[in-house]
């Protein structure tokens, strides 16, 4: 099947910096991705999807200038989380499509800021 | 729907036992509904979907029922597993948002020996 491959697995950064997570359709091409966070014990919710060649569309409440999302290739996105915060610890989870097929997640990145 | 709370509600099972995991959907619009199994530190991974023009599907070991009429998504394990321990979502979406996904509020199985 379908495979989204996620970079890095985890991460731990100090707050302030800025950390990017990677997302890849191995053996699709991908015009869109989304991009999910999950705090710990709660639910997937939906930051933000990512349009090939265009501005990524977010969700309400995600701000765009912290969240940054480029989506320069078919098979590439990339989350970038500026001047992290311990707020912003959590995990980010992306997927993707292949046509005419079901959605795929990434493994998923675990963000720690301290 | 909307994912609130600040903990998981958990269903503890017996190996071999069935499990029924409930779910209410928000959105009367959805016409498509996918459960996923989350292990920890893991992404979700595809169960078994189920679009809204029927009531039953059935997979390997694994049941959805939806009820339109109640908004209610259950989903059935037969002679559960300890590899079955895991969270499991359902989600939600309306086939004209290409894939934008709304996820439930999640269950945790544990799977007792």
């Known amino acids: 099947g379908a495979v989204v491959s996620q970079h890095p697995s985890w991460v731990i950064c100090k707050s302030g910096t800025s950390v990017k997570i990677e997302c890849r359709s191995l053996?699709?091409?991908?015009?869109?991705m989304f991009w999910y966070r999950q705090f710990p014990k709660q639910s997937l919710m939906l930051m933000a999807t990512?349009?090939?060649?265009?501005?990524?569309?977010?969700e309400q409440g995600v701000e765009k200038d912290k969240f940054l999302i480029n989506h320069a290739s078919l098979t590439l996105s990339t989350l970038t989380v500026t001047s992290a915060h311990p707020e912003d610890s959590s995990f980010y989870i992306c997927?993707?499509?292949?046509?005419?097929?079901?959605?795929?997640f990434g493994s998923g990145t675990q963000l720690s800021v301290l | 729907g909307e994912s609130v709370g600040l903990h998981l509600p958990t269903l503890s099972v017996q190996e071999g036992d069935n499990s029924i995991i409930n779910c209410a959907y928000s959105?009367?619009?959805?016409?498509?509904f996918i459960w996923y199994k989350q292990e920890s530190g893991k992404g979700p991974q595809f169960i078994i979907d189920?679009?809204?023009?029927?009531d039953k599907r059935q997979g390997q070991r694994v049941t959805v029922l939806l009820n339109k009429t109640v908004k209610h998504l259950s989903l059935q394990i037969a002679a559960t597993q300890p590899g079955d321990s895991a969270v499991y979502f359902c989600?939600?979406?309306?086939?004209?948002?290409?894939?934008?996904?709304?996820f439930g509020t999640g269950t945790r199985l544990q799977v007792t020996l």
């Open positions: 997927s993707a499509r292949p046509a005419g097929e079901k959605l795929f």
């Open positions: 053996d699709f091409q991908a015009t869109t």
């Open positions: 990512s349009n090939e060649g265009s501005k990524a569309t977010y």
């Open positions: 959105n009367s619009a959805s016409d498509y």
């Open positions: 189920i679009r809204s023009n029927m």
């Open positions: 989600a939600e979406t309306f086939t004209g948002t290409a894939s934008k996904l709304t």
